[in-house]
C-alpha cells in the first residue's frame, strides 16, 4: 500500500493562491488514479478533484472548476494541487487520496481510495 504525505497548506487572504503537494511513496504510483479530498470542520470529507495515472484526464467538484488545477509527475511520484482565487469556502483540511483502479467520471468513490495521506490545514481569510 501506498503511503502518501501532504505539504503546502497554510494561511491566505481570499483572492489568493495555493499550491499542494502530495508525495507518494510504495510502488506503482503510475499506475494509481490519484484524488483530492478535503474536510471542513463539521462537514463531511468531500472530493475536490481526481486525475487519471498518465495526467491525461481529470475532474473537479463544481465548487472548484476554473480555479483549482490537479496534476502530476509519475517520474517524481508526486501528485500537486495548484488553488487560485480562494475563497473562506475552501478552509479546510486538504488530503490526497491514491486509488487502484482506471479513473472514470463521475468519479470515484471515497471508499474507491484505499490509500490517504494525513492532511494539510488550508486556511483562507476573508
Known amino acids: 500500500q501506498a503511503q502518501l504525505a501532504e505539504s503546502g497548506g497554510g494561511l491566505v487572504q481570499a483572492g489568493g493562491s495555493l499550491s499542494l503537494s502530495c508525495s507518494v511513496s510504495?510502488?506503482?504510483?503510475?499506475?494509481?488514479?490519484m484524488g483530492w479530498f478535503r474536510q471542513a470542520p463539521g462537514k463531511e470529507r468531500e472530493f475536490v478533484a481526481a486525475?487519471?495515472?498518465?495526467?491525461?484526464?481529470?475532474d473537479y467538484a463544481d465548487s472548484v472548476k476554473g480555479r483549482f488545477t490537479i496534476s502530476r509527475d509519475n517520474v517524481k511520484a508526486t501528485v500537486y494541487l495548484q488553488m487560485n482565487s480562494l475563497k473562506s469556502d475552501d478552509t479546510a483540511v486538504y488530503h490526497c487520496?491514491?486509488?487502484?483502479?482506471?479513473?472514470?467520471?463521475?468519479?470515484?468513490?471515497?471508499?474507491?481510495?484505499?490509500?490517504w495521506g494525513p492532511g494539510t490545514q488550508v486556511t483562507v481569510s476573508s
Open positions: 510504495g510502488r506503482a504510483f503510475s499506475r494509481y488514479t
Open positions: 487520496a491514491a486509488a487502484g483502479l482506471p479513473f472514470r467520471s463521475p468519479p470515484l468513490a471515497y471508499s474507491d481510495f484505499t490509500s
Open positions: 486525475i487519471s495515472w498518465s495526467g491525461g484526464r481529470t
